[in-house]
């Protein structure tokens, strides 16, 4: 059964925006399918001069799921992707997790499981290059959908905007007040001891330890992106969850005055008397809005930037398109690299110079761990040959 649509929960309420393969990209430039023509179009893209004579250029990164297989997570729309291999797999919907207890038991279960192999997950090459790439002025921000906080651990001085939030926090629907992940799963497991067995047993077989989508569904389980692990048959309406401890403390008021209700059994579940003290992960699920600060940060970056290098994202969410979009309407050069098709992507390169090397914009289907560490040593290899222009380009990374 789907996430989306348990018992109580009727027919999802939206559709998910293209699960269905995407046409394959037109690569650009020509050269740029071999690893060195992308290396070397990428690095036109990155030191060309700015419209605004401005040392060194400004470069905006927009990244997506498909930077963080490599790291052993799964993503969506990628060969081995949940929405390719996992065709009745639908994402909680914000709504339904708000209204239905049962809803919720099931996704902090799923959660549970998943959470282990999220936390111990790493930063891998890609995330270290962007890095690398911002010590040498050609990076100056990072928006990224991702919620696996690799990005502020690789690069924490990197200036950055987590558009869809973030899994290494909860948050309470009532009170907004976070409460960090690591409690919250020993809080689960608390509540849940038989979960938290059975967790330990699968750890212990080293199920949850491979990269291979098929040999985890022979073992009985699937893995989604976000922390998730369906295990079909699994008692889920079992499963207990705590409340707000803020709320639980000192229960808020509603908009007219009123005094909420939050109540616990006598482990410390939320019980489904309360009408407050819901904790939700501390990201932005499916139905549910970014905060218009967020948006706001996000489109200052895109605005501030004189290029946007789009990074591992078929661009099938509205909240990316449209930054895509907001810089093609800016007249911003983008290069776009990612492992298939791209929403919309004609539209990003329709005017440019077929002869170009790459400064005026570049497609690139290379997986972007072999990519961008390639391009740090081209810059390196760059900045060691002949001096810096202006205000460093090409910052000394060799001592």
């Known amino acids: 059964m789907d996430p989306a649509a348990t018992p109580d929960m009727g027919k999802p309420y939206m559709r998910i925006p293209y699960t269905d393969v995407l046409a394959a990209p037109t690569i650009i430039p020509k050269s740029a399918v071999a690893l060195s023509g992308a290396v070397?179009?990428?690095?036109?893209?990155?030191?060309?001069?700015?419209?605004?004579?401005?040392?060194?250029?400004?470069?905006?990164?927009?990244?997506?799921?498909?930077?963080?297989?490599a790291s052993g997570l799964a993503d969506y729309r990628g060969s081995k992707g949940t929405y390719r291999v996992n065709k009745t797999y639908r994402p909680i919907y914000y709504p339904e997790f708000l209204r239905s207890h049962e809803a919720r038991k099931r996704y902090w279960a799923r959660s549970f499981l998943g959470w282990s192999t999220l936390h111990k997950a790493k930063p891998n090459a890609t995330h270290h290059a962007i890095r690398q790439l911002s010590n040498l002025g050609l990076i100056q921000s990072v928006i990224t959908q991702n919620v696996d906080s690799f990005h502020p651990r690789a690069h924490p001085n990197l200036p950055m905007v987590e558009l869809h939030g973030y899994l290494r926090s909860t948050v309470c629907t009532s009170c907004h007040e976070e409460l960090p992940r690591d409690e919250f799963q020993s809080e689960l497991a608390r509540l849940n001891p038989a979960w938290a067995a059975f967790l330990q047993e699968i750890l212990a077989s080293g199920a949850l330890d491979t990269e291979n989508p098929d040999e985890r569904r022979?073992?009985?389980?699937?893995?989604?992106?976000?922390?998730?692990?369906?295990?079909?048959?699994?008692?889920?309406?079992?499963?207990?969850?705590?409340?707000?401890?803020?709320?639980?403390?000192?229960?808020?008021?509603?908009?007219?005055?009123?005094?909420?209700?939050?109540?616990?059994?006598?482990?410390?579940?939320?019980?489904?008397?309360?009408?407050?003290?819901?904790?939700?992960?501390?990201?932005?699920?499916?139905?549910?809005?970014?905060?218009?600060?967020?948006?706001?940060?996000?489109?200052?970056?895109?605005?501030?930037?004189?290029?946007?290098?789009?990074?591992?994202?078929?661009?099938?969410?509205?909240?990316?398109?449209?930054?895509?979009?907001?810089?093609?309407?800016?007249?911003?050069?983008?290069?776009?690299?990612?492992?298939?098709?791209?929403?919309?992507?004609?539209?990003?390169?329709?005017?440019?110079?077929?002869?170009?090397?790459?400064?005026?914009?570049?497609?690139?289907?290379?997986?972007?761990?072999?990519?961008?560490?390639?391009?740090?040593?081209?810059?390196?290899?760059?900045?060691?040959?002949?001096?810096?222009?202006?205000?460093?380009?090409?910052?000394?990374?060799?001592?």
């Open 40 to 69: 070397a179009a990428l690095h036109e893209f990155l030191a060309a001069p700015s419209s605004s004579l401005k040392a060194p250029p400004a470069t905006a990164v927009l990244t997506g799921a498909g930077i963080s297989v």
């Open 218 to 399: 022979a073992r009985g389980m699937r893995t989604n992106p976000d922390g998730d692990v369906d295990l079909p048959g699994a008692p889920y309406t079992t499963f207990r969850y705590p409340a707000c401890p803020t709320c639980l403390t000192n229960p808020p008021s509603t908009a007219d005055g009123a005094r909420v209700t939050v109540e616990v059994d006598a482990d410390g579940a939320w019980s489904p008397n309360s009408t407050a003290g819901i904790l939700k992960p501390a990201v932005v699920m499916f139905g549910e809005s970014i905060r218009h600060s967020v948006k706001a940060a996000a489109e200052k970056m895109v605005n501030d930037a004189d290029r946007l290098l789009i990074l591992g994202t078929s661009l099938a969410t509205y909240s990316a398109w449209r930054l895509a979009k907001q810089a093609k309407d800016l007249k911003k050069p983008i290069a776009i690299v990612n492992i298939g098709g791209v929403r919309g992507e004609e539209a990003f390169f329709v005017d440019l110079d077929p002869d170009q090397p790459g400064s005026q914009g570049a497609r690139v289907e290379i997986p972007t761990d072999e990519l961008l560490p390639a391009l740090v040593d081209l810059f390196k290899q760059s900045s060691a040959e002949q001096p810096a222009h202006g205000a460093s380009v090409f910052k000394d990374m060799l001592s």
